[in-house]
Nanobody, 122 residues
Framework: QVQLVESGGGLVQAGGSLRLSCTAS????????AGWFRQAPGREREFVAA????????TYSDSVKGRFTLSRDNTKNSVSLQMNDLGSEDTAIYYC???????????????WGQGTQVTVSS
């Protein structure tokens, strides 16, 4: 099994940057695709970005493409999400996830962290 813990969330002004990290326990983490979803109050959990097990392919939602960068380091069992040019629309709880492959919806992923709050102020 895989256990995931997010960190790096916080309060940032519009136009600023944050870097989220997800650290995994479990020897099989490197065999899983990994990624990030986010959920704002009153909204469904939405896809942000995902990466294949070897980091060869990265996929981003249209809303974050060009602003966010996802990477992973399997030697450290970690995944990072660099978020630049943040706006109020990015305010949400961000969740790290892992699954057998990149899936289109949150329900298909196997493991989840507890989430980290990102708040972008105007």
């Amino acid at each position: 099994q895989v256990q995931l813990v997010e960190s790096g969330g916080g309060l940032v002004q519009a136009g600023g940057s944050l870097r989220l990290s997800c650290t995994a326990s479990g020897r099989l983490f490197s065999a899983y695709a990994a990624g990030w979803f986010r959920q704002a109050p009153g909204r469904e959990r939405e896809f942000v970005a995902a990466i294949t097990w070897n980091g060869a392919t990265t996929t981003y939602s249209d809303s974050v493409k060009g602003r966010f960068t996802l990477s992973r380091d399997n030697t450290k069992n970690s995944v990072s999400l660099q978020m630049n040019d943040l706006g109020s629309e990015d305010t949400a709880i961000y969740y790290c996830t892992a699954g057998f492959r990149i899936f289109p919806t949150a329900k298909d992923y196997n493991f989840w962290g507890q989430g980290t709050q990102v708040t972008v102020s105007s």
